[in-house]
Nanobody, 128 residues
């Protein structure tokens, strides 16, 4: 059974930092496309950053480039999102997603519909 469990969200002041974690289980983690997405109230879900667990360069949304860093630890089957210089507009529910098909298609932040598994989300609130 595939599971994605996010953790690390919380409340922080503008300019602060938060690190999110996504623990994955139930599939071959080392060859999958994974990503972080977020959704604010009344808005559509948007891509933040994506990565292939087998290697390669990650991709970021323009709005977070230079502030957020996606990484992953294959030994721990865990993906991370380090968020620095947070802004109030970063406030959202953050979701971890995985495309575990043999040749995964979710390779850019816009591929939100290519993911076949999602976590339950973790809230990040940034106050000004």
């Amino acid at each position: 059974q595939v599971q994605l469990v996010e953790s690390g969200g919380g409340s922080v002041q503008a300019g602060g930092s938060v690190r999110l974690s996504c623990a994955a289980s139930g599939y071959t983690y080392s060859s999958s496309c994974m990503g972080w997405y977020r959704q604010a109230p009344g808005k559509e879900r948007e891509g933040v950053a994506v990565i292939h667990t087998g290697g390669g360069s990650p991709a970021y949304a323009y709005s977070v480039k230079g502030r957020f860093t996606i990484s992953q630890d294959s030994a721990q089957n865990t993906m991370y999102l380090q968020m620095n210089s947070l802004k109030p507009e970063d406030t959202a529910m953050y979701y971890c997603a995985a495309d575990i098909r043999p040749r995964c298609l979710a390779t850019s932040v816009g591929d939100v519909y290519e993911y076949n598994y999602w976590g339950q989300g973790t809230q990040v609130t940034v106050s000004s």
